[in-house]
């Protein structure tokens, strides 16, 4: 079965192709065709996980493109790490698209819709099983497009199109970072293979400055990608597109994507101190910094859309004190329960027709399914004892314990109390109390919306036991055979398990006495007229600082050069037409000003210079 | 087998058309267009025949042509020179780059013709007499084996192209061609005097002979022979600023941008598609070719005059309001790429360089025709009167937005290839040059994104008053048939990379590479 891996990302295409080739106009049958290219792409992954678990890993290559001596070679890889991203992807993909059947039911362009999430999902397998670093970074930038068709899927609102050429455009920056990276590590190395880079590192044919510097464009390339601070700003904006593509893209898998590439070339950061504290600073940065603006948002989705920032954090301060796994193993649990957390938030929008958690409230006596799987999701992300993001959590605040950076510890302990402080906001404001006027009409949704929730619910709870120091470290154990990493044995206090469970259980409790209890909304308290809100509300103004230091120098700076081109260039341009005009004046009685006669002239004088140099055999030139 | 006389006949049936249309009454349209847009096609057919030849038995010899044209000299024997006679011959040929622009030629005038018929209101019949003409001297400039003829190619496409500008298209054509020819007359000029030195002291002009003439024996010949190092240098600075005003180089682009703006959508797809590529073929030909250790010691100026192009054109993109205008800048920043790969000088660079100058031709005639496709219905190219076309038009907001995802170099597509391969060739050359001109694809995404989704996006006020019929079927069919060789080569790109390489290697050879 591991052998027909190539197939995997193949699927998705065809279901694009056909979809957009032939079905484009008929959303029954083109959204059933794509679901079934789903499912079937999803079955031949878990296929290939299996087999890998009892099989080996495989590399099959063929050439692409010749250059001189250099052969460039597209293939795909099977190793512990991708067999696990290939199921991650193709399921949460294949339940996206079950959800989509009903979500996006009356849409009049559901099949184009479905067209899009086959290119997404083929792009993101195909980078997942990418064996060098070009055929990554060709994936990596195709994920982009189908992020950016998905995001402005809504084509007609502005607010879309700007969200969407944003995506594009900050995660570009990103991408020139991962170029750059990639054309170091060629001329050095001489190859895109993973393998024969990773190899020249170990064999120290690489000198420390070149690792370093090349680790941390790669890295640029994921700080685009997983949105992480500075680049973080388009991925809140990124809800404008359908949510079950926030859950799809925007929270399990392309976001993840960085975290990917960051442990897809471990050996490279590994070996370099700078490049592995750089990831855990500025991960550890971002996971506070967005937890602490999602506390104040008012839409459910931006909520989402900050924690999913947030959370990345975490696993890039993971991976960057050296807990490869536990940043792997947050990407797996994270999938699964933010999936589930947009899914749900995707029901109750379809519900009260509002994004606002200040307007919604009491959603649980009506949408009794939906209000469980989203306090299912709640508890996971909190880290509640035993929930899958328990026990992943826990893992990264050891590793950031044990790699003796206490201070970037205490940061992700507080983090961790912010996360079930402003997740149970979100729950409580929307689905406890009394119900508002926005939900008193809300009806639960239909069963295509329900199954995949309620099996991404259970996954939410039980991922976590896949890795445990009680019952196992299967996802450990998985992961090390074959990454070419060195591990180091260490020994985590159990206080951190405390910890851990301490903060999580005093968030939740801390926002029930705020918003539980009291129904706290920011935006009718007296709260909301201080600074600190409005800072914070307004994301620290970062778009705003932005603006001013990068986007309005630019155009001026473009502007700038539309004045040479105006006045120098076009004053070269004008005093050479003028000198033209001169001297056709002057010979307007040869060239009578037309000018058809000027071809004859050209002709004429062409035989004329042949006639002359040739008579006089060059001796005029000499 | 020699099948020379196909070649011949490839670049001449469009002079029969000519003919043919002479004789066609002035009041009936549909047969003249039917009969120019035949024509033009018949090379195309022509061309793929070659191209199979080419890839079952790899040779291009057998369609070279040598043909004795205009002999003199002979008068007396001069110290100096082995040959005594002096040669202008008839001498056509082809080799993989070519063969490949000839393809590209014969494709897009095709396309182009088909896409007149709507745009060309008057005086049809010198219209498409006019059209066929210059597709002739296009493809005599790219099977030209004499640097004669190559010439006297190219001046008729100057001519032909200056009327085609001048007398169809917008408001402010007339001046639009003037400035077309001022510049590029003056470029001629100087192409034409380097031409005349070099054939008065060798005494051929045959592109091959001199080849090795110059190239190679200017290095592996004793003392005194052939050229000095210093003419050398002024010889090839001059073909550099000979080529520059086509390319065009900034700062000699200004006529580009008038021409674009001002000209048919259609002739604009031959321009930006084929004709400014004669700079970069003659850059390539001529100057490395000839020059390859001048090419060697000016690269540092040429990869700086790329990387001007490259952002500079981008920059202007940026904030120009008038769809043409961003697609003429963005042809200058484009162009910057085919000089960062020749400044690279090594295989990933000129194949770079070489994959550039056959996406962008694809490129920039997708996004002409969908231009003009889009200026039928809209009758307004300025950007901020349009919006929400996506709505009424989704096939031809579609292939605009694939024709924007090929320009910014989304990889799978023709751009991609050529960018890339560019910026690997030149990295351990300039790193630093192209570590600023790989920044300058954050602003192609801006341009482009800019430009194509205030077209396509949006809610569309300007589609209130009708409904606008979408693209049908026979209209997309060039679109579709040039974003499938976009895709093609950025899919597979081994398949025009394996026909380059003849023709890379004998340039590498004379860098000594």
């Not at chain 1, 694009?16 to 999803?42: E, M, Q």
């Not at chain 1, 940043?327 to 329960?337: I, M, Q, S």
């Not at chain 1, 649980?364 to 992943?392: C, D, E, H, Q, Y």
Request: proline letters at 3%.
């Amino acid at each position: 079965m591991i052998h027909s891996a190539w197939l995997i990302p193949v699927l998705p295409l065809l279901s694009f192709l056909i979809v957009i080739l032939f079905l484009r106009n008929k959303p029954k049958l083109g959204s059933l065709v794509a679901n079934c290219f789903s499912l079937i792409t999803f079955i031949l992954a878990t296929l290939v996980l299996v087999g890998r678990l009892q099989g080996d890993s495989l590399l099959r290559e063929w050439n692409w493109l010749e250059v001189g001596s250099t052969t460039i070679t597209l293939g795909f890889e099977i190793n512990a790490l991708n067999s696990l991203m290939l199921f991650i992807v193709s399921f949460v993909s294949f339940l996206v698209n079950v959800y989509s059947l009903e979500y996006m039911e009356g849409d009049d362009r559901k099949s184009i819709f479905f067209a899009y999430l086959g290119l997404f999902t083929f792009a993101m397998l195909a980078l997942v099983i990418s064996p060098n670093l070009l055929q990554t970074y060709i994936f990596w930038e195709l994920v982009g497009l189908g992020s950016f068709l998905l995001i402005g899927f809504y084509f007609y609102k502005d607010s879309a199109r700007a969200a969407a050429k944003k995506a594009f455009i900050m995660t570009r920056i990103g991408d020139v970072g991962l170029l750059i990276g990639i054309l170091l590590l060629f001329t050095q190395v001489g190859s895109f293979e993973y393998d024969e880079i990773f190899a020249a590192v170990r064999n120290g044919e690489l000198i420390g400055s070149v690792i370093t510097a090349s680790a941390i464009l790669i890295f640029i390339g994921a700080v685009g990608k997983s949105g992480q601070f500075p680049l973080h700003t388009w991925l809140p904006d990124a809800m404008e597109g359908p949510t079950p593509v926030s859950a799809l893209i925007h929270a399990a898998t392309m976001v993840a994507a960085g975290v990917y590439l960051v442990a897809a070339t471990y050996p490279l950061f590994e070996v370099s101190q700078i490049a592995l504290t750089t990831v855990a600073v500025v991960g550890c940065f971002t996971a506070i910094f967005a937890a602490s603006i999602g506390l104040f948002q008012k839409d459910i989705k931006r909520v989402l859309a900050y924690s999913t920032v947030s959370q990345l954090g975490f696993m890039m301060l993971a991976l960057g004190t050296s807990g490869y796994v536990a940043g792997v193993f947050h990407l797996t649990t994270h999938a699964f329960f933010k999936a589930l957390l947009f899914l749900a938030a995707g029901s109750v929008i379809h519900a009260v027709h509002t994004q606002d958690i200040e307007e919604m409230g009491g959603l649980n006596k009506r949408m009794k399914i939906t209000s469980l799987v989203f306090l299912i999701g709640t508890l996971a992300i909190s880290g509640f004892p035993l929930f899958s993001g328990f026990f992943s959590k826990e893992e990264i605040l050891i590793s950031a314990w044990t790699s003796g950076n206490e201070i970037m510890f205490f940061i992700a302990l507080f983090t961790a109390f912010l996360t079930s402080l402003y997740m149970f906001r979100v729950y409580f404001l929307v689905f406890t109390g009394e119900t508002s006027e926005a939900s008193s009409h809300a009806k639960e949704s239909g069963s295509a919306i329900l199954v995949p929730m309620l099996i991404l619910a259970v996954f939410a709870v039980f991922s976590g036991f896949i890795n445990t120091h009680w019952f196992g470290t299967y996802l450990s154990d998985f992961l090390l055979e074959d990454a070419q990493i060195t591990v180091k044995e260490t020994h985590a206090p159990t206080w951190i398990l405390y910890a851990a469970t301490i903060v999580s259980l005093a968030g939740i409790f801390t926002s029930y006495l705020l918003f539980g209890k009291n129904k706290t909304k920011f935006g009718e308290s007296s709260f909301s007229k201080s600074p600190v809100y409005s800072i914070v509300y307004n994301k620290y103004y970062i778009d705003e600082i932005y603006d001013a230091i990068v986007v309005k120098p630019t155009r001026l700076f473009a502007a700038g050069l539309k004045f040479i081109e105006w006045f120098c260039v076009g004053g070269i341009m004008k005093t050479i037409s003028g000198c033209i005009q001169f001297v056709g004046w002057i010979g307007s009685r040869l060239q009578s000003g037309k000018i058809q006669t000027y071809g004859t002239i050209a002709v004429f004088i062409f035989a004329l210079f042949i006639l002359v140099y040739g008579v006089t055999n060059g001796g005029l030139l000499k | 087998m020699t099948h020379s006389f196909i070649l011949l006949a490839l670049i001449l049936t469009p002079l029969l058309g000519v003919i043919a249309l002479q004789f066609i009454p002035k009041d009936n349209y549909t047969l003249g267009k039917n009969v120019g847009v035949l024509f033009s096609g018949i090379p195309f057919l022509f061309s793929i025949y070659i191209i199979f030849d080419y890839f079952q038995d790899g040779g291009l010899t057998g369609y070279s042509i040598t043909k004795k044209w205009i002999t003199f000299g002979n008068l007396s024997e001069s110290p100096g020179h082995t040959q005594t006679l002096y040669k202008v011959g008839f001498d056509l040929g082809l080799n993989g780059f070519s063969l490949l622009l000839v393809f590209l030629t014969a494709l897009l005038c095709m396309l182009s013709a088909y896409a007149s018929i709507k745009q060309v209101n008057y005086a049809w019949r010198l219209y498409f007499s006019l059209f066929l003409i210059l597709e002739t001297a296009m493809l005599g400039v790219f099977s030209a084996q004499d640097i004669f003829l190559f010439f006297l190619f190219f001046e008729v496409t100057l001519i032909t192209m200056f009327i085609l500008v001048g007398k169809w298209g917008y408001e402010e054509r007339a001046k639009a061609a003037y400035r077309f020819l001022v510049y590029n007359a003056l470029g001629s000029l100087i192409m034409f005097s380097v031409f005349v030195y070099i054939f008065v002291n060798t005494g051929t002009s045959n592109i091959g002979t001199l080849t090795e003439l110059i190239a190679l024996n200017g290095r592996l010949a004793p003392e005194g022979m052939g050229f000095s190092d210093e003419t050398r240098s002024v010889l090839f600075l001059l073909l550099l600023l000979a080529f520059a005003v086509k390319f065009p180089i900034v700062p000699f682009h200004t006529w580009l941008i008038n021409v674009h703006a001002q000209a048919l959508p259609a002739i604009v797809m031959l321009h930006a598609g084929i004709l400014i590529k004669m700079g970069a073929y003659g850059l390539i030909i001529f100057g490395l070719g000839f020059f390859p250790d001048q090419a060697q010691n000016y690269s540092f100026l040429i990869a700086i005059l790329g990387l001007v192009n490259l952002i500079y054109g981008a920059m202007l993109a940026m904030i120009e309001d008038e769809i043409k205008k961003v697609l003429a800048y963005s042809t200058v920043s484009h162009m910057g790429i085919v000089l960062l790969g020749i400044a690279a000088l090594n295989e990933f660079g000129i194949q770079g360089a070489m994959f550039q100058v056959i996406s962008h031709g694809l490129i920039a005639a997708i996004m002409f025709y969908l231009v003009g496709k889009l200026y039928e219905r809209s009758e307004t190219t300025v950007l901020r009167q349009l919006g929400g076309v996506a709505k009424d038009m989704p096939i031809l907001s579609g292939f605009l937005l694939a024709g924007g995802m090929a320009s910014l170099g989304l990889p799978g597509m023709s751009g991609f290839i050529s960018e890339a391969m560019a910026f690997v060739g030149l990295f351990e050359k300039e790193p630093v040059i192209t570590v600023i001109a790989v920044l300058g694809i954050i602003i192609a995404a801006v341009y482009v994104l800019r430009a194509v989704l205030a077209i396509t996006f949006g809610k569309g006020d300007i589609m209130k008053e009708r409904k606008w019929k979408d693209l049908s079927f026979t209209e997309a069919l060039p679109a579709i048939i040039l974003l499938s060789a976009i895709l093609f080569i950025g899919i597979l790109p081994n398949v025009f990379a394996e026909t380059l390489r003849p023709a890379i290697e004998l340039i590498l050879k004379g860098i000594g590479g």
